[in-house]
């Protein structure tokens, strides 16, 4: 009996120290995720507004030779309208606008998107006490597999971040799903020869 309950809590002490170093790398990971996502964002961004940018000049050199069209700028005809350098400026101008418009539109429909990611969603992890022995924290797979293997009964005090003290898990709503699927123990094996068939 003293041999089994060694090698349970050495089982969970193993369990634990790959959770921290599971948990350590998961965070590592879910960080350098979220500074590149950021690092993009940023970058497309700047890129939409040096696009703005860039479009407006061209709108503003174009209406500036729209209006040099009619007082003689151009250098030639005498102050005349030139009916083809009016067309190209007004199509220019319409095809600017336009860029200028998806450009907006873009640029806005990124920071909404931005703003519509829901955050990432909580991780429910347990601390045991076992025999004076304190280890975890476990998530609920962990959990579930501790139940299987018996380490893990209704009288187990269990604590998670939040909670004021230990508890009994078979308290814990959350967890009671965990005990709910626990098949009860295998009936004996048949002491005799097998029956003929």
């Not at 729209?66 to 030639?76: A, E, H, I, L």
């Not at 640029?107 to 004076?132: F, L, R």
């Not at 799903?177 to 002491?191: D, K, M, R, T, Y």
């Amino acid at each position: 009996m003293k041999l089994r309950t060694d090698v349970g809590i050495k089982n969970l002490k193993d369990t634990q120290r790959i959770n921290a170093e599971n948990t350590e790398d998961t965070l590592r990971i879910q960080r350098e995720e979220m500074q590149r996502a950021q690092k993009l964002q940023t970058e497309g961004m700047n890129m939409g507004a040096h696009q703005l940018n860039q479009q407006t000049d061209v709108a503003k050199t174009a209406a500036e030779s729209m209006g040099k069209m009619g007082s003689g700028g151009s250098g030639g005809s005498g102050g005349g309208m030139d009916p083809g350098s009016m067309m190209a400026s007004m199509a220019m101008g319409g095809a600017v606008g336009s860029q200028m418009a998806g450009a907006v539109g873009g640029m806005m429909g990124g920071m909404n998107q931005a703003n519509q990611t829901p955050p990432p969603t909580p991780k429910v992890e347990y601390s045991i006490s076992a025999g004076g022995q304190q280890s975890g924290p476990f998530g609920i797979p962990q959990l579930q597999q501790l139940v299987q293997s018996g380490q893990l009964t209704k009288d187990t005090h269990v604590w998670k971040q939040g909670m004021a003290e230990w508890a009994l898990a078979g308290t814990i709503e959350e967890l009671s799903a965990l005990f709910a699927a626990v098949p009860p123990p295998p009936p004996p094996a048949p002491s005799g020869p097998p029956p003929a068939p």
